[in-house]
Structure formats: C-alpha cells, structure tokens
C-alpha cells in the first residue's frame, strides 16, 4: 500500500527537465518533440521544460556533465534522473518519471 501511495504522490508531483541538445541536429529535434508530446500528453500544466543547447552553451554542459546529446536530465521530483537519446521509447521514459503506463 505505501508504494501505491508513494507513485500516486509522485505522479502527481510538478516536473522539471532539463533538455540537452545539439542545434536542429536530427535526434535532438526528435528528443524536443517526443518530450513536448509526452508532457502534452501526461502532465499537462505540471511541468517546464528547459532546453540547452550545448554548441551555444558548452558551459552548461560542461558544468552538468553532459557528455552525449540528446540527454534528458528529470530535475524535480527528486532523485534526478539521467535519460540518453531521441525519448522515442515512450514506456522507458514513463518509467524513468515513475509514471504508469496507463496513467493520464
């Protein structure tokens, strides 16, 4: 029963992201997409989305530690949470935000 609790309150919980991208290049346009659908989707008005682009910010990068893009940093709710790649595995990234894959 508490693990039944514990997701409810976190499902319901605001997000930030923290989106890591490389200019218009062809992953990180479709990791951008499938984030925005995603939250359109799922978290409606409980979520912000900050995008970084590393070739006009390679500080940022360097000071997250961001070695790869597209890389998805999940900072609230805590624990933060690393994803890599395009966000095309939908039940993946349901999972890495704790939310169930019935859930809306």
């Known amino acids: 029963m508490r ?3 514990a997701r409810t309150s976190i ?3 605001r ?5 890591f991208v490389a200019g218009h290049e062809r992953n990180s346009v479709l990791a951008t997409r499938n984030l925005a659908a995603l939250c359109a989707e799922r978290l409606k008005g409980r979520h912000r989305i900050e995008i970084v682009d590393v070739l006009k910010s390679s500080a940022a990068a360097l000071k997250f530690r961001v070695l790869v893009t597209p890389t998805l940093m999940i900072v609230q709710p805590r624990p933060e949470v690393t994803v890599l790649g395009n966000l095309n595995d939908t039940a993946g990234l349901l999972a890495a935000l704790q939310l169930d ?3 809306r």
């Open 101 to 103: 894959v019935r859930e």
């Open 11 to 13: 499902s319901r919980s």
């Open 15 to 19: 997000y930030l992201f923290r989106l």
């Open 3 to 5: 693990t039944t609790r």
